[in-house]
């Protein structure tokens, strides 16, 4: 405090009736006002927090690490196998754990204002806290320790709804408007997923009209389609590990086929059988039908025709050894005819033995 501001201040406290007559400072004087000043100046501060950054659930995951709230709707709420639950904002996909954003309570019962939180499924909501990665799987997250961290908001849902990111949830608002799937590509592949040699990521999607929408926000997905009547699928990879010391990888849980239809309906498919991964796979009978190529470890492809609309087996071969000349016509567009020479009798033969039950 510099000698002006001081005497200022010293007049303001010795009182109106003394401003009439000339006030001479002393040096004792100024140290009095200095140390007022210094008092006044510690006060604690009473000042409003920052205001916390908002995003979508989309945007969350380019937040990790920051406190913030993350506002957006509620596509799916699923309870964890160990108590709580999972509250996934924006598009879900298959499962809770395929949303772009969680909110997760790790009790079923938990402290604040009364909030049933099954019922708030298609409400948008503010989660405070915060973000995360949810694992390793591309998803961000806030622990919910406190029901007071969810504000339900009526009046914003007719707000974000005609502003939401475009997603799969509504793919069937484009065949609305005259507009449907054309393609589909992977993107965003995460190096998790690209040190197993797959380009797995998310599937966007093109349509008719020139518009795009990214319909996954898990970066596990692969070898995406479209069918000419505007169907899309793609390859759920399941979840891999890592054996010590080793370093082989195994599966922990099967791939498996999503198909998105025009309406809007998930369907899911499994490999064949005992295997765990697809490989390959496509679209079939106008539509009607889905071909899935699918494998073990070792041994040669088994395939299996489903129904598209049911899920039902159509037709199947596996789990031995069948030959190119003997596969049926819907099999072979997936097959390979040197199959025997690279499964069967190839530098690691014992590892198939049982499976390799026929010759070319």
Same mark, same amino acid.
Request: net charge positive; with cysteine.
């Given at each position: ?36 000043? /210094? #008092? ?31 506002? +957006? ?8 196998? $160990?108590?709580?639950?999972? *509250? ?14 969680? #909110? ?19 409400? *948008?909501?503010?989660?405070? !806290?915060?973000?995360?990665? @949810? ?12 029901? /007071? ?24 608002? !484009? ?44 970066? +596990?997905?692969?070898?995406?389609? *479209? ?6 699928? $793609? ?8 054996? =010590? ?35 390959? $796979? ?14 073990? @470890?070792?041994?040669?492809? =088994? ?9 039902? *087996? ?9 030959? @190119? ?33 026929? /010759?070319?």
């Amino acid at each position: 405090m510099n000698l002006r501001d001081s005497r200022s201040l010293l007049l303001r406290v010795v009182g109106r009736r003394f401003l009439s007559r000339p006030i001479k400072l002393t040096g004792r004087h100024i140290l009095v006002v200095s140390l007022l000043a /210094s #008092a006044t100046i510690s006060l604690p501060s009473t000042a409003v927090p920052r205001t916390l950054p908002e995003y979508n659930a989309t945007e969350a995951k380019n937040h990790i690490g920051e406190t913030a709230r993350v506002t +957006d709707k509620v596509g799916c709420i699923e309870s964890r196998h $160990w108590g709580g639950k999972r *509250v996934g904002l924006g598009d879900c996909g298959p499962q809770s754990a395929h949303a772009p954003f969680m #909110a997760i309570t790790y009790s079923d019962v938990i402290p604040g204002p009364k909030l049933d939180l099954e019922k708030l499924k298609g409400v *948008v909501v503010t989660v405070t !806290g915060k973000i995360k990665e @949810y694992g390793h799987t591309g998803t961000a997250s806030i622990d919910v320790t406190s029901t /007071s961290q969810i504000v339900p908001h009526k009046l914003k849902r007719a707000q974000v709804e005609a502003n939401a990111q475009q997603s799969a949830a509504k793919p069937s608002s !484009g065949s609305q408007s005259g507009s449907q799937p054309i393609s589909a590509e992977v993107v965003d592949i995460p190096a998790a997923q690209a040190q197993f040699g797959i380009k797995a990521g998310n599937v966007k999607v093109t349509f008719s009209d020139g518009h795009t929408e990214v319909w996954t926000h898990s970066g +596990d997905c692969h070898n995406a389609k *479209v069918s000419p009547k505007g169907n899309v699928g $793609w390859i759920l990879i399941g979840k891999r590990g890592t054996l =010590s010391p080793s370093g082989k990888t195994i599966a922990l849980d099967n791939d498996s086929l999503v198909v998105r239809l025009l309406d809007g309906t998930t369907k899911k498919f499994p490999p064949f059988g005992e295997n765990h991964f697809i490989p390959d $796979w496509r679209f079939a009978d106008d539509d009607k039908a889905v071909i899935v190529r699918s494998g073990g @470890y070792h041994g040669p492809a =088994s395939y299996v025709q489903y129904d598209l609309a049911s899920g039902k *087996v159509i037709d199947s071969r596996g789990n031995g050894y069948t030959p @190119y000349a003997e596969l049926p016509a819907w099999a072979k567009p997936l097959a390979d005819p040197n199959e025997w020479r690279i499964c069967c009798q190839g530098p690691n033969p014992a590892a198939n033995r049982g499976r390799c039950v026929a /010759s070319a």
